[in-house]
């Protein structure tokens, strides 16, 4: 399988407690993207990465979330003492930079669903 | 900035009969929309997409959507719905500059019954 993949596929942890998830995007896509989605509603942009630069933030990012792509490939995101409120799916997406800047379709990966308790 | 607002939360119809989700946006420039669908424990998978070329556009398993300026509206349609059509399907809408962020709807769940 030559998708995007997640890890793990659940999480569940005590507030107050640090998580990390990792995303294994697609090998020649220079873009990942994280998206939270909570229930009943549609996914909301964290933040993307275009190789290892992180070009932009939302400010749904609180200085609690961290996101790294160290060397272009995986990526983690980080959350620091967690709280009820995180508590939903977080997803991950890739796609290639095309030369001519259009538009290239997002890849999700299945999620990671984390409860924190 | 751009959002999308789909109307129906909840659209319930029975197989065999058509399929209409609806789907408002705003935006201050022209808009490239999406319909993106979301299976049970599955990946969200991208329907189709409208990219300023045909204002009617088809997708995969014969969905197709029509993009109305006059209307700020881009509605998705299937003439025959399947029981594999029960979904969650959002509406989407592209955030400025070439970073291909999305802005999502909150979501129309679709249920099909017998």
């Known amino acids: 399988d030559t998708g995007v993949s997640q890890d793990p596929r659940h999480k569940i942890t005590k507030r107050g407690q640090n998580v990390t998830f990792r995303c294994d995007p697609i090998?020649?896509?220079?873009?990942l993207y994280w998206y939270r989605q909570t229930l009943g509603q549609g996914p909301e942009f964290l933040t993307y990465?275009?190789?290892?630069?992180?070009?932009?933030k939302s400010r749904l990012l609180s200085d609690r979330f961290s996101a790294e792509r160290p060397k272009g490939s995986f990526s983690t995101l980080e959350i620091q003492r967690t709280e009820q409120g995180d508590s939903a799916m977080y997803l991950c997406?890739?796609?290639?930079?095309?030369?001519?800047?259009?538009?290239?379709?997002?890849?999700f990966g299945n999620g990671t669903r984390l409860t924190v308790t | 900035a751009q959002s999308v607002t789909q109307l129906d939360s909840h659209v319930s119809v029975s197989e065999g009969t058509p399929v209409l989700l609806r789907c408002n946006y705003s935006?201050?420039?022209?808009?490239?929309l999406f319909w993106y669908v979301q299976h049970p424990n599955k990946g969200l998978q991208l329907l189709l997409k409208?990219?300023?070329?045909?204002?009617l556009v088809k997708g995969i398993n014969g969905f197709e959507a029509e993009f109305k300026k006059s209307e700020t509206s881009f509605h998705l349609t299937k003439p025959s719905a399947h029981m594999s059509d029960a979904a969650e399907y959002f509406c989407?809408?592209?955030?400025?500059?070439?970073?291909?962020?999305?802005?999502f709807g909150t979501g129309t769940r679709l249920q099909v019954t017998l």
């Open positions: 997406a890739s796609s290639p930079l095309r030369s001519d800047m259009s538009y290239s379709p997002l890849h």
């Open positions: 090998s020649e896509h220079n873009r």
């Open positions: 990465f275009q190789n290892e630069a992180q070009l932009e």
């Open positions: 935006s201050s420039y022209s808009p490239s």
């Open positions: 409208y990219t300023s070329a045909a204002t």
């Open positions: 989407v809408v592209t955030g400025t500059g070439t970073a291909s962020k999305l802005t």
